[in-house]
């Protein structure tokens, strides 16, 4: 018998997509409304969203067992969204029981439905702040209770860094959390690019218009200067399908976006 979600009371939240519960949505998650699956089939004929974004996930889960693997055992993952379907503390702590995680997003029902989700999970806490201001997010009780930053961290940046728009600048944002990571600390990052395919790219930024949440593609070297300070594990900074075990396609979903992880110096 399926469990059924269990949800907490946000007023309005109902009323237009949200985020978070389109992610979740695209991943067969439960933790969505019929506003967001409706958007979601609608966006779906005009880009293989649902596509891209399990690409991603995939891309994720491969990360943190490779972080696992390497030693860490405390990962923070900022703009995590609802933390369903696959993700982080999933992973890690099949991996390794001990493995701590904090999640961050800034959107309350987000964090609402995280904290109810993750209840009863010693290990995995849920933090309400702006990733944008790492000192915010570190200074939570979540994570000041769950992370040791004397210890290596493993600091995810997945799919959250388009959000941060160009008058955010985000390689100070990154450089902020940089800054507190001990040496061997890891760093996975994810990021919308348009520069293989350029016209699906364009439709994905105007469908997160539409959300009210708008993003931004960024070209390789941009990307490359966000990464300042890590030693890239191999392949590198690659699309997503050629990091480490999928299709080396480069003419779908799996080709809208770079993916890297670094260990900081």
Not at 45 to 71: D, E, M, W, Y
Request: net charge negative.
């Amino acid at each position: 018998m399926q469990i059924p979600p269990r949800w907490v009371a946000s007023s309005g939240d109902a009323e237009r997509p949200n985020v978070a519960r389109l992610y979740d949505y695209y991943l067969g998650g439960a933790h969505n409304f019929a506003v967001d699956r409706e958007f979601a089939e609608q966006t779906m004929k005009v880009v293989p969203t649902a596509a891209i974004v399990q690409h991603t996930r995939s891309f994720l889960r491969r990360a943190v067992r490779v972080c696992v693997a390497n030693g860490i055992r405390q990962f923070l993952d900022l703009g995590s969204g609802i933390p369903t379907a696959g993700n982080v503390h999933e992973v890690a702590q099949q991996a390794d029981p001990t493995c701590r995680v904090v999640y961050v997003d800034n959107e309350p029902a987000t964090v609402a439905h995280g904290r109810t989700m993750l209840r009863g999970n010693a290990t995995a806490a849920m933090v309400g702040a702006d990733v944008r201001d790492p000192a915010a997010v570190l200074a939570a009780p979540e994570a000041r209770a769950l992370l040791d930053l004397s210890e290596p961290v493993c600091v995810l940046f997945v799919s959250v860094l388009p959000y941060v728009l160009d008058e955010d600048r985000p390689a100070d944002v990154v450089a902020g959390y940089r800054a507190v990571m001990a040496p061997g600390s890891h760093l996975v990052m994810s990021h919308l690019t348009g520069d293989v395919q350029p016209e699906m790219v364009a439709k994905l930024v105007d469908v997160a218009a539409e959300t009210l949440t708008p993003i931004v593609a960024r070209p390789r070297s941009a990307i490359e200067a966000l990464l300042e300070g890590f030693d890239l594990l191999a392949p590198g900074l690659v699309l997503t399908g050629r990091w480490r075990g999928e299709s080396p396609a480069e003419t779908g979903a799996e080709s809208v976006s770079y993916v890297a992880v670094g260990v900081k110096r």
